[in-house]
Each structure stands twice: as structure tokens, then as C-alpha cells.
């Protein structure tokens, strides 16, 4: 089935530094959605980003998509502690408009 | 309520056993969407409910695992004759609209399942 896969699995950085986490998927998208989960708890939607669109921005977040090789980045400038948590990316088949599908996400660990 | 709520939030089950784990979601959200989350893994899509249409059950691991969606409110997931590998956190989302739209989805803090 569909499915976005994060890269890396797994990311430690210092406060300060920017945070990039790597997205790919596989069938044509009607739009790409960024989510958040802190340990143990309920996904937070971050952002969303539409297909005719390549670049979109949020505060600290800057999301990009590439279309044409079916990925998408998640960049977090200047992390803080409280980043540190799994971010999602997930994807809706355009065609068969159903659920939608997360990736197995990235692990972000930001030490202070 | 504000926000998707779930329950039971902890469930300790034995082996075999059946178990019913309920969601409500945003008021006037018209799609409910289950998904699984294992230790440390990511999230194994269940099943999607859309206003009127047919559920998409395409995410059921086998035919233990049922759902139902009264209208546009309340959800129940049943696994019946509950297995070890059932062990998991089962998230309920909800969103305005369809899932190929413009809507986030809005999750539940999950329920936490516990097969001894």
C-alpha cells in the first residue's frame, strides 16, 4: 500500500542547530501532511502541503515538495528541546481518495 | 467535547478475550479513521469512515477486527479473541472533511491495549 518513508529513522542534534527530515512516497498525491507525537501521545498536525505547491513555511517549519521525485523535506530551524519528538509524513492516494497513510517516521532528539 | 476522545485510554486484556475500545470524534467531523501503533513503530492504518460511503476496511489485519460508525459520531473497534500481537496504542482521528481534501486530522490521546 502507499506510504511515505521518513529518513532518517532516528536524528540527535544541539539546540540551535536546524533539523532535516526526509520524506518519500509512491503514487500520486493530492496533498502531503507533516505530523508531530510527543512520547506516548496523540498525533499533532504541523502542517500541510498541496500538489501544485513547493514550498510552504510555518514559524520554524519549512516544508518543501518535489513532485516530480515523489519526496518532500521537513526543516526545523533553530531547534529547541521542546522539538524533540517523531514526525510523520502522510500521504492520500489521489486516485483512490481514501485514507490517509502515515510513514514510520523520524525520531528527533534535540539536547540543550 | 473539544477535542477526539477515547476510551479506554489503558486496557489489560487476556489472551482471547474480546475487546471494545470506543472513539468521539469532533463534533460535525464527517471522517473517523482508526489506526494501530506498535512500540516504537509507526502508525498501521485500520479503517476510514466518510460520511455515508462504504468504509474503506482495506487497513483490517484480519477478520478479528471489526468497526462500526453510528452516522457521524461515535466508533467502536472490536477485536475479538484478543492475541498477543494485538498489543498495541489504537488511535482514533477525525477530520472535517475527506481525507483528499484540505482537512488535518485531529487525533485521540489513543488507547493503550495489553494482551497477557
Known amino acids: 500500500s502507499q506510504q511515505g518513508e521518513e529518513d532518517p529513522q532516528a536524528l540527535s542534534i544541539q539546540e540551535g542547530e536546524n533539523a532535516t527530515m526526509n520524506c518519500s512516497y509512491k503514487?500520486?498525491?493530492?496533498?502531503l501532511q507533516w505530523y508531530r507525537q510527543n512520547s506516548g501521545r496523540g498525533l499533532v498536525h504541523l502542517i500541510l502541503?498541496?500538489?501544485?505547491?513547493r514550498e510552504k513555511h510555518s514559524g520554524r517549519l519549512r516544508v518543501t515538495l518535489d513532485t516530480s521525485k515523489k519526496s518532500s523535506s521537513l526543516l526545523i530551524t533553530a531547534s529547541r528541546a521542546a522539538d524533540t519528538a517523531s514526525y510523520f509524513c502522510?500521504?492520500?492516494?489521489?486516485?483512490?481518495?481514501?485514507?490517509?497513510?502515515f510513514g514510520k517516521g523520524t525520531t528527533l532528539s534535540v539536547s540543550s | 467535547g473539544a477535542g477526539v476522545s477515547q476510551s479506554p485510554s489503558n486496557k489489560v486484556t487476556e489472551k482471547g478475550k474480546d475487546v471494545e475500545l470506543r472513539c468521539d470524534p469532533i463534533?460535525?467531523?464527517?471522517?473517523l479513521y482508526w489506526y494501530r501503533q506498535r512500540l516504537g513503530q509507526g502508525l498501521e492504518f485500520l479503517i476510514y469512515?466518510?460520511?455515508?460511503?462504504?468504509?474503506?476496511k482495506s487497513g483490517l489485519p484480519s477478520d478479528r477486527f471489526s468497526a462500526e460508525r453510528t452516522g457521524e459520531s461515535v466508533s467502536t473497534l472490536t477485536i475479538q479473541r484478543t492475541q498477543q500481537e494485538d498489543s498495541a496504542v489504537y488511535l482514533c482521528?477525525?477530520?472535517?472533511?475527506?481525507?483528499?481534501?484540505?482537512?488535518?486530522?485531529?487525533f485521540g490521546e489513543g488507547s493503550r491495549l495489553t494482551v497477557l
Open positions: 482521528a477525525s477530520s472535517l472533511g475527506p481525507a483528499g481534501g484540505s482537512g488535518e486530522l485531529f
Open positions: 503514487t500520486s498525491i493530492n496533498n
Open positions: 502541503i498541496r500538489s501544485n505547491e
Open positions: 502522510a500521504t492520500v492516494n489521489n486516485q483512490a481518495g481514501t485514507a490517509l497513510i
Open positions: 463534533s460535525g467531523h464527517t471522517a
Open positions: 469512515f466518510q460520511g455515508n460511503s462504504a468504509p474503506d
